[in-house]
């Protein structure tokens, strides 16, 4: 199965955190935060303004981005879990 998100929406992969800190000790999976980081799987086309005029989206599939910590809904697509949330919810892209 297939997933388009509409409009602005984007649809994020997050990206799996350090298993050790710089030190090299082991974090514990209770412990560990979810990550802020991921990549973009797929793009809406962009919302419209008030006279229907496309606004393009600034990130396209295959983008790492940084977004927040409760950004998105969690969804389970093709027993893959993933992130559906609007391009403002993007704090930036990593380059």
Do not use: Q
């Amino acid at each position: 199965m297939s997933f388009t998100p509409l409009h602005d929406r984007v649809v994020v992969r997050r990206l799996e955190s350090e298993e050790k800190t710089a030190g090299g000790l082991i974090i514990p999976d209770s412990a560990k935060e979810k990550p802020a980081e991921g990549e973009v799987v797929s793009v809406g086309a962009g919302a419209r303004d008030e006279s229907g005029t496309r606004i393009p989206m600034d990130i396209k599939a295959g983008d790492k981005v940084l977004f927040g910590k409760w950004s998105g809904t969690e969804v389970k697509i093709n027993d893959e879990d993933l992130l559906i949330m609007k391009e403002s919810d993007v704090l930036g892209i990593l380059s």
